[in-house]
Nanobody
């Protein structure tokens, strides 16, 4: 059974950091590209970052470049999103997903976690 579980979300003050984890089971993480997505209140889900399973190339949405870092540990079958210098506009539910195409378009990903809430507020 394919399963993705996100963890690491929470409440953080502006300027703070969080590290999200995405633990997968039922398949090998290195067989798929991994992406992280964010859905802010009242907005559509948007791609934040993704990583190619072929060569490890990473991509970032402009608003998170220089602040967020995507990574993974294939041995642990876990992906990560390190988020630094968080700002209130980063608030939302964060999802990880895997798919056969590395892209920022959420419709191109086949398997999803249920999400973890990140709230940035003073």
């Amino acid at each position: 059974q394919v399963q993705l579980v996100e963890s690491g979300g929470g409440l953080v003050q502006p300027g703070g950091s969080l590290r999200l984890s995405c633990t997968v089971s039922g398949f090998a993480l290195n067989a798929f590209h991994i992406g992280w997505f964010r859905q802010a209140p009242g907005k559509e889900r948007e791609g934040i970052s993704c990583m190619s399973s072929v060569d490890g190339t990473t991509y970032y949405e402009d608003s998170v470049k220089g602040r967020f870092t995507i990574s993974k540990n294939n041995a642990k079958n876990t992906g990560y999103l390190q988020m630094n210098n968080l700002q209130p506009e980063d608030t939302g539910v964060y999802y990880c997903a895997v798919g056969s195409i590395v892209a920022g378009d959420p419709t191109l990903y086949q398997f999803w976690g249920r999400g973890t809430q990140v709230t940035v507020s003073s």
